[in-house]
């Protein structure tokens, strides 16, 4: 069942290393699906209310179907800073994309809140319009690295001309006329599924102005009021110009549709915000008189097998909260690898209590990995990266060569727990081997990183 008449399919799947894939995302009518698999039959409608006690589910046009098992993949949705005001869009499904690429056609300057992935794609993409990007940390892309990575992506962000990215061939379906037919109202609050790791490839994100681009960041705050063109006026309040370097920045003339006040104390005029400060996991739906165990971040629980506290309702992706105990190199990310795991996970699962087997954690819950794409480089995360929960009982090695590579790892007791990989490095299958057999690493010391040695081949 779903709410989309499109189905997201994992294309050019490759298995980079044996915890590391890389794939595309593509948007495919559901009857190919259909076709493909004449087990399948794909309902396109939202769901209204589950009954679980009665294995029950009620779609939006008053249909009930029965259930043996279930499994719940309704995803995440934006946070948004703020509800309801025009000024300010949430980036998350291919509608969402499109809607900005058009509102940025005729903006001269927009503020961008939020440091994951999305905001960090954004303002490197995005040409011809000022940026304001506002985070709520010291440096950028603090999801997925740490200060030093940050300092080395920097100059790419203030490059004036932009590598040509890797030509990338998506189809995107849409509905056909959908527009126009003027679809049942609850469209606008129908969440498509999330964009594919390569969202922003051919959409043309560039505003009215001739320059390439211009981004300047506001560091360690966030909003603390958006006001609207009238409010703002009444309030008699100045607003700021685009900084350029370090000379004092003037007070603005123009008149801008929407102000954004940070808390520390600027206030920006713009055509519009962009709200990229991450997702919540989208339970409303289901909620309601089932009583399901909840995360702290508002999924549902699930346990080593998927499974939700209510019996023969099992969740993944986006939506569910892992609950088991996990790797020490592993933790639960709202990314499309993770949910593509997850869900092929989820479904073994299923099946294998359906015939009254017993089956094992799947691999790739034993080792976080995760391979991606920022400013034109290759980013590779893996295990605890970022140092996460080990305290201050572990030390970082780097390597650094301006321009071209960002190597780090994260050591604990002489053993690897985490590394970062930015440009091509080829240290990720190594990398993953020496995390997951946790070998005392101790007598190589700096040489780890030596790059006049070939660990590949010394570790192979």
């Not at 098992?69 to 291919?94: H, S």
Request: glycine letters at 8%; charged letters at 25%; a negative charge.
């Amino acid at each position: 069942m779903t709410a989309s008449p499109v189905i997201k399919a994992v294309t050019n799947f490759k298995q980079v290393s044996k915890t590391l894939e890389e794939f595309d995302v593509e948007e495919q009518p559901s009857s190919l699906l259909e076709k493909r698999y004449p087990n399948i039959r794909v309902i396109q409608f939202g769901v209204k209310q589950l009954k679980s006690d009665e294995h029950k589910i009620y779609t939006e046009d008053g249909k009930e179907y029965i259930y043996e098992k279930l499994c719940l993949c309704a995803g995440a949705k934006p946070k948004l800073i703020v509800d309801g005001n025009p000024y300010v869009l949430g980036i998350r499904d291919t509608d969402s994309a499109q809607a900005f690429q058009k509102n940025l056609a005729q903006a001269e300057r927009i503020v961008v809140v939020g440091n994951g992935g999305i905001a960090l794609e954004l303002v490197y993409e995005i040409q011809g319009c000022e940026v304001i990007w506002a985070i709520k940390d010291k440096a950028i892309g603090n999801t997925f690295f740490d200060a030093g990575a940050a300092e080395f992506l920097l100059p790419k962000l203030a490059a004036e001309s932009r590598e040509t990215p890797i030509e990338c061939k998506r189809t995107k379906y849409t509905l056909e006329g959908s527009e126009e037919k003027g679809r049942p109202r609850a469209a606008s609050d129908k969440l498509g599924s999330a964009l594919g790791p390569d969202w922003h490839e051919g959409l043309h994100l560039k505003g009215t102005k001739e320059f390439s681009h211009q981004v300047h960041i506001e560091v360690l705050c966030e909003v603390k009021k958006i006001y609207l063109q009238q409010e703002f006026i009444q309030l008699q309040r100045t607003s700021l110009t685009f900084p350029k370097g370090e000379k004092n920045v003037e007070a603005d003339e123009v008149l801008w549709p929407v102000y954004v006040e940070l808390t520390n104390g600027k206030i920006y005029g713009c055509n519009f915000i962009v709200s990229a400060t991450g997702v919540v996991p989208n339970v409303e739906p289901f909620l309601d008189g089932n009583n399901f165990a909840v995360g702290e971040d508002g999924g549902l629980r699930v346990d080593k097998h998927m499974h939700t506290s209510l019996p023969d309702v099992y969740a993944a992706g986006d939506i569910c909260t892992a609950a088991w105990e996990p790797s020490p190199v592993w933790h639960q990310m709202r990314l499309w690898t993770q949910a593509r795991q997850m869900g092929w996970y989820a479904a073994k699962c299923m099946a294998a209590d359906a015939l009254g087997e017993s089956i094992d954690m799947d691999f790739s819950f034993e080792l976080f990995a995760h391979i991606t794409k920022f400013f034109n480089y290759k980013v590779v995360v893996l295990g605890k990266y970022n140092a996460q929960g080990l305290g201050s009982d572990h030390e970082l090695m780097l390597r650094c060569t301006k321009g071209h590579e960002y190597v780090k790892v994260v050591m604990q007791n002489g053993r690897m727990m985490g590394a970062v990989l930015i440009g091509e490095t080829d240290l990720e299958e190594t990398f993953e081997n020496l995390i997951l057999n946790q070998m005392d690493l101790s007598a190589y010391g700096e040489d780890l990183l030596n790059p006049d040695i070939d660990i590949e081949d010394y570790f192979d």
